[in-house]
Each structure stands twice: as structure tokens, then as C-alpha cells.
């Protein structure tokens, strides 16, 4: 096999790899990958997707051979993906190539869902593996939290506070970006009501702000 037609292989059984880092990079809030990262996560999680598809389609066989006669199970790997990767002579499985990008989408969206959740932080958290929180840093942690909803946000610099409730915001980078929703203004020395606005987008610079989650009315009626 040339070299040429060895890369071109292994570009488009990888590619289904590229689908799933897209999906996954819109669904959370990560960092932009690097170039190096990006083919990384791809060659990843594309051999993944074709060991996912392994399975399913050795499960497939198991079951078939449970309710067939006609049909005898077969020990050993199932895909033609796998002799195709050595194998100048035989040409690429086009179904199974088919079937890799379709399933590259859902396996995106999952992988997807695991982070945004932090399921497999949780896992290695009961397991006592780790004590991290996740790969985002405190500001995503924070408004990605199920309690934060209405916020406190001081601007030190403008001396204004802006009570209001959490639409959207950007991801972990330099300049910081949120928009508030049904949002009071008020000065933060006097605690003075300057004006009220149906949404007010900030652009926050690192270090000229806090952000703090009150203490709830019903919290407090209930503690009484």
C-alpha cells in the first residue's frame, strides 16, 4: 500500500472523528481547541465511534445468532474497517463508512451531554479519584450551576450593580461576556435605584468585577 492511499484511508475513516469534535465543541462551553487539540480529540473520538460500532454490530450478530439456526457466531472483529486500514488490495466499506458518519453525530451530541453534566467527573468523584470539578474554569462552573439563576453583578470600576437574571455569556476567555435579563441597576456605594431595562449586555474585563448569587426571598420565608 502507498503512503498516499494509506493517509487518504485513514482520512476518511478519522473523519467521522472531526463530525463528533463539532458537535461536541457547540454543545459545550470549552476553550477553543488548538490545531494540535483538534486532531487529537478527532483521531480519538473517531476510533471511538468505530469501536462503538464494533459493539453494536457484535451485539447485532450475538442476537441473531440466538433466534437463527441458519446463522453461526463468529469470534473476532466484525467490521472490514479494521483489515482496511492495512489492506491495500480491498477497497473501503462504503455502508460501514455510511454508517460511522451518521453515528459520529450522535456520539458527539453524547459525549457532549457527559461533559456539560460533568457525569464522568461525578463517577470519579464517588469513586474518590478526584477532587476536580471539571475542565471549565470558575466562571463557566459557576454560571453553569442549577442555582444560579438571578445574579448580583458589581462593576467596580463604574461603581454600578446590576441585578438581573442570566440569559447567556460567553465561554472562558479574556474578555468575559453576559447579557441580563429584566435587570435593576443600582449604584453600589448607596444602593441607590438608578433605572430598570428589559436586558442589558455587559462586556466584563478580568479583575473590574464580582458576580454574586442573592439569597432567594422564598429561601429566607422558608427559614423563618
Not at 89 to 99: A, C
Not at 134 to 149: A, H, I, K
Request: no cysteine; net charge negative.
Amino acid at each position: 500500500m502507498e503512503i498516499n492511499d494509506l493517509i487518504w484511508r485513514l482520512f476518511l475513516i478519522l473523519l467521522p472523528g472531526v463530525v463528533s469534535t463539532l458537535m461536541l465543541r457547540y454543545i459545550t462551553t470549552n476553550k477553543k481547541y488548538t490545531i494540535f487539540e483538534f486532531i487529537i480529540y478527532s483521531a480519538t473520538m473517531g476510533m471511538g465511534t468505530i469501536v462503538m460500532m464494533e459493539l453494536f454490530y457484535s451485539l447485532y450478530s450475538i442476537i441473531i445468532s440466538i433466534f437463527s439456526a441458519k446463522y453461526f457466531l463468529t469470534w473476532g472483529l466484525n467490521l472490514s474497517i479494521w483489515d482496511n486500514l492495512l489492506d491495500g488490495e480491498k477497497s473501503l466499506n462504503k455502508l460501514e463508512l455510511f454508517f460511522l458518519y451518521i453515528l459520529a453525530i450522535p456520539m458527539g451530541f453524547l459525549w457532549g451531554f457527559l461533559i456539560t453534566k460533568k457525569i464522568i467527573i461525578k463517577i470519579f468523584q464517588r469513586l474518590k479519584l478526584t477532587n476536580r470539578y471539571g475542565d471549565n474554569d470558575v466562571w463557566s462552573f459557576f454560571l453553569t450551576s442549577p442555582s444560579t439563576d438571578w445574579v448580583l453583578l458589581r462593576d467596580k470600576r463604574e461603581k454600578l450593580t446590576y441585578f438581573g437574571k442570566v440569559s447567556v455569556y460567553s465561554d472562558s476567555t479574556e474578555i468575559r461576556e453576559i447579557l441580563l435579563q429584566d435587570v435593576i441597576v443600582y449604584t453600589t456605594d448607596t444602593w441607590e435605584e438608578l433605572y430598570k431595562s428589559d436586558a442589558v449586555y455587559l462586556e466584563l474585563n478580568n479583575f473590574d468585577f464580582t458576580i454574586e448569587s442573592p439569597k432567594s426571598i422564598e429561601n429566607e420565608d422558608n427559614n423563618n
